[in-house]
C-alpha cells in the first residue's frame, strides 16, 4: 500500500508513480483521474474518492473499462448546509469586512456608530432561491425556513418538497434576495450561471456558491458585484483551486471566501473517511462499493 502523506497536492506525475502497480485508489477531490491516468495504470480496479462530489474524475472513462467508483454521499448535508448559511449571514451582514475594520485599528471615535455604519442585508423575510434542490439544497431550505425566509427552488428533475416554490431557473434569479448555488458540477450545469442569467438576478441581491466553481461565471459575479448591482458574495468554491491571488473576486470587499471547506467539521471528514475506506475494502473484497456512482459496472 502506498499513502501519500504530503506536504501538499500530489501532482499528476506523482500520483501516476504512487499507482504503479496498484490495484486501487483511495483520492481526494485534488486528484484528477481521468484517461492518462487510466491509460498509465492499466490494472486499476477501483477508484474511491473521499467526497460526494466526482468531477475531478472521467466517470465515463473508468465505467468504459469496468471500474467502479465509489463516493460520500450523505454524511457531509448537514455540514455543508451550515457552510452556506454561514456565507449567506457573514455576506449578508458584512461580518469579515466588519472584523477587518476593527482590527485593522479603523474604529476610532471619528469612525464609529452612526445609522448608516456598517448596514447590511436583512435576511429574516427575505426570500431564498435554491439553485438545486437535492440532499444539501434541502437541509439549506430547512435553515432557510429557521430565519422565517421564503423559499424558492429550481432542480433540473421535477421535485416537489413541503414548503418549498418549485419555479423555472430564470424566475428564481428575479425573484430572491438571496441565490445560493446547489447542484453538481456536470457539462449540464458548467457554466449555468453565466453573465447572462446573473444580469437576471435582483438589484442587491446575495450569491452564495458552495457546490463548485465552474458553475458560476467568475468575471461576470466580479462585474455585478464591482459595480454594485448585486449585494453581495459567499464563495467556497473556485474554477481554479487553490485560488490565484489575482481572482478579481479576491479584490472586492463585499465578496466573503473561504477555501472549499463546505464539508469541514472534524467528525463529517472522518465519516468522509470511514465511507471512503468502506468502499474500497469492498471492491478489494470483490464485493459492490456500498455507494458507487457507476453501478453499471457491476451488471
Ligand atoms: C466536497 O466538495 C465534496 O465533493 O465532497
Known amino acids: 500500500m502506498n499513502v501519500w502523506m504530503g506536504p501538499g497536492l500530489l501532482p499528476p506525475a506523482g500520483l501516476r508513480a504512487e499507482l504503479a502497480g496498484c490495484q486501487g485508489l483511495v483520492c481526494l477531490l485534488t486528484d484528477r483521474v481521468d484517461r492518462a491516468l487510466l491509460d498509465a495504470v492499466p490494472g486499476l480496479e477501483f ?4 467526497s460526494v462530489g466526482v468531477d475531478h474524475i472521467d466517470v465515463q472513462a473508468l465505467s468504459e473499462r469496468g471500474i467502479p467508483l465509489g463516493n460520500t454521499p450523505g454524511v457531509l448535508v448537514d455540514t455543508t448546509a451550515d457552510t452556506a448559511f454561514a456565507l449567506l449571514l457573514a455576506a449578508a451582514r458584512r461580518v469579515p469586512e466588519a472584523d477587518r475594520f476593527v482590527r485593522d485599528g479603523n474604529w476610532t471615535a471619528a469612525n464609529a456608530w452612526a445609522p448608516g455604519f456598517f448596514t447590511g442585508k436583512d435576511v429574516s423575510g427575505a426570500t431564498l432561491g435554491i439553485v438545486g434542490l437535492g440532499q444539501i439544497g434541502q437541509a439549506m431550505a430547512r435553515r432557510a425556513a429557521g430565519f422565517g425566509m421564503q423559499v424558492l427552488a429550481w432542480n433540473r428533475a421535477p421535485r416537489q ?15 430572491s434576495d438571496f441565490v445560493s448555488v446547489h447542484v453538481a458540477l456536470a457539462p449540464a450545469t458548467r457554466n449555468l450561471l453565466d453573465a447572462g442569467k446573473i444580469a437576471l438576478m435582483k438589484p442587491g441581491a446575495v450569491l ?65 473517511a470511514d465511507m471512503a475506506a468502506v468502499n474500497a475494502i469492498a471492491a ?16
Open 161 to 175: 418538497v413541503a414548503g418549498i416554490e418549485m419555479v423555472t431557473l430564470e424566475e428564481l434569479l428575479l425573484r
Open 208 to 272: 452564495v456558491n458552495t457546490a463548485r466553481g465552474g458553475i458560476v461565471d467568475e468575471l461576470a459575479l466580479a462585474d455585478a458585484l464591482a459595480s454594485g448591482r448585486l449585494a453581495a458574495a459567499g464563495i467556497d468554491v473556485f474554477e481554479r483551486e487553490p485560488v490565484p491571488a489575482d481572482n478579481p473576486l479576491l479584490a472586492l470587499p463585499n465578496v466573503v471566501v473561504t477555501p472549499h471547506i463546505g464539508s469541514a467539521t472534524t467528525l463529517t471528514r472522518a465519516r468522509m
Open 47 to 50: 477508484v474511491s474518492s473521499m
Open 284 to 299: 478489494l473484497q470483490g464485493q459492490a462499493m456500498p455507494c458507487c456512482v457507476n453501478p453499471e459496472v457491476y451488471r
